[in-house]
């Protein structure tokens, strides 16, 4: 089991950049796929991206690539995504998930563990 704790949201203006973290603890994170999922507020849960276990392989909805990174390091049980060009419409609770899986699911019924997400605010 591995329980996760984001951090690192807040406000931003737009066009601004921030970067928030995952942190891993319980079974050691290189064990995972991990991803990022968001919640706008009245709207469903979003996929964001994705990394594999061992951060070869990445994916991102189309929304966010070209800004948005996702990374991992894996001695430091810590899961990353920078977040460029933010508008206000990527307002939005992000969450990190970890999937017990080998390859780079985006769908979230395939992730089995949660955090308990950060708020991240983007004014106009």
């Known amino acids: 089991q591995v329980h996760l704790v984001e951090s690192g949201g807040g406000l931003v203006g737009a066009g601004g950049s921030l970067r928030v973290s995952c942190a891993a603890s319980g079974t050691p994170m290189s064990r995972y796929a991990m991803g990022w999922f968001r919640r706008a507020p009245g709207k469903d849960l979003e996929f964001v991206a994705v990394i594999s276990w061992s951060g070869d392989s990445t994916d991102y909805a189309d929304s966010m690539k070209g800004r948005f990174t996702i990374s991992r390091d894996n001695a430091k049980n810590t899961l990353y995504l920078q977040m460029n060009s933010l508008q206000p419409e990527d307002t939005a609770v992000y969450y990190c998930?970890?999937?017990?899986?080998?390859?780079?699911?985006?769908?979230?019924?395939?992730?089995?563990?949660w955090g308990q997400g950060t708020q991240v605010t983007v004014s106009s």
């Open positions: 998930a970890a999937a017990i899986l080998h390859y780079t699911p985006t769908e979230s019924r395939y992730y089995n563990y």
